[in-house]
């Protein structure tokens, strides 16, 4: 049930318009601390949701509050100092920002990379972003398509598509189980808070299978790039947009910051 909890609930404070969105908040509040999506989903779980008599949140669990703000790992130390309304929180809630989160978390974290990746891929396809061809040399992805279109040679397009990602998702999970399984054994943890206590995920990739990970993203990035430099118009629109918004709304939206110190 946490890790359930914690999928659904982590990426709640994601803006429209994915990255562009974010990115054109976080200069339009720059004032105020700017954006962050991980910070948004804090104050929607903690403050902006208004559901119950005596106090604002969802007054969810510590591990659930926790494991959402750490999903990705510790955030201290920080290089640029903490978000303010996650430095809020701790100070009321101790989430033990230093340390890694409980493996429901790890779990949650490392599904939505899966999720992340192999959707890229099939809306980048649909999208027209790129082709088939184009992922021929980009490691996992590649020998992945290659082996659908040897086993089914008059597969249609789609079809294609969907069954390599298919393959690609079970591949990913069958590294994580097999490397997770492997790191539980050497850490020997027997609960969730010596899972904490330790200063490496317990749930992870193979180094193989990051570095597919990372060579992924990378082509995902750059395509992406591409798409956006041959849009110079559309997405300034976008932006601008976007930049507007905060400003109609800021004196609703600093009723919700905490207080600089």
């Known amino acids: 049930d946490l890790a359930e909890a914690l999928a659904l609930a982590h990426d709640l404070g994601h803006t429209p318009f994915g ?3 974010e990115d ?8 105020y601390g700017g954006f962050d999506h ?10 902006l949701e208004k559901r119950y008599a005596d106090f604002d949140g969802l007054n969810l669990t510590w591990e659930t509050l926790e494991g959402t703000v750490k999903h990705n790992g510790p955030l201290l130390p920080a290089k640029k ?3 303010l309304a996650i430095e809020g929180y701790d100070e009321l809630h101790d989430l033990e920002l230093a340390t890694y989160p409980g493996p429901e978390a790890q779990v949650a974290a490392i599904a939505d990379d899966i999720a992340y990746n192999n959707h890229d891929v099939d809306d980048g396809l649909r999208a027209g972003l790129f082709s088939v061809g184009n992922l021929a040399e980009v490691a996992l ?4 398509f290659a082996e659908v279109r040897e086993a089914y040679p008059n597969l249609d397009h789609g079809r294609l598509v969907h069954e390599a990602v298919r393959r690609m998702i079970g591949v990913m999970i ?6 997770s399984r492997s790191r539980l054994d050497a850490a020997a943890c027997g609960s969730a808070a010596e899972v904490r206590a330790i200063d490496w995920p317990v749930i992870a990739f193979s180094n193989a299978m990051a570095a597919n990970d990372r060579n992924l993203k990378e082509f995902l990035q750059k395509q992406y790039q591409l798409f956006l430099s041959a849009q110079p118009r ?9 930049k507007a918004l905060p400003t109609k709304l ?12």
Not at 24 to 31: W, Y
Not at 174 to 179: S, Y
């Open 19 to 21: 990255h562009a969105g």
């Open 24 to 31: 054109a908040l976080a200069e339009a509040m720059a004032e």
């Open 38 to 47: 991980n910070t948004q989903t804090l104050r929607i779980l903690t403050q």
């Open 81 to 83: 100092g903490l978000p």
């Open 141 to 144: 992805v590649g020998p992945v």
């Open 174 to 179: 069958g590294d994580i189980l097999t490397e």
């Open 234 to 242: 559309h997405f300034l629109a976008q932006k601008t947009a976007l």
């Open 250 to 261: 800021r004196p609703a939206i600093k009723t919700h910051l905490p207080k600089e110190k």
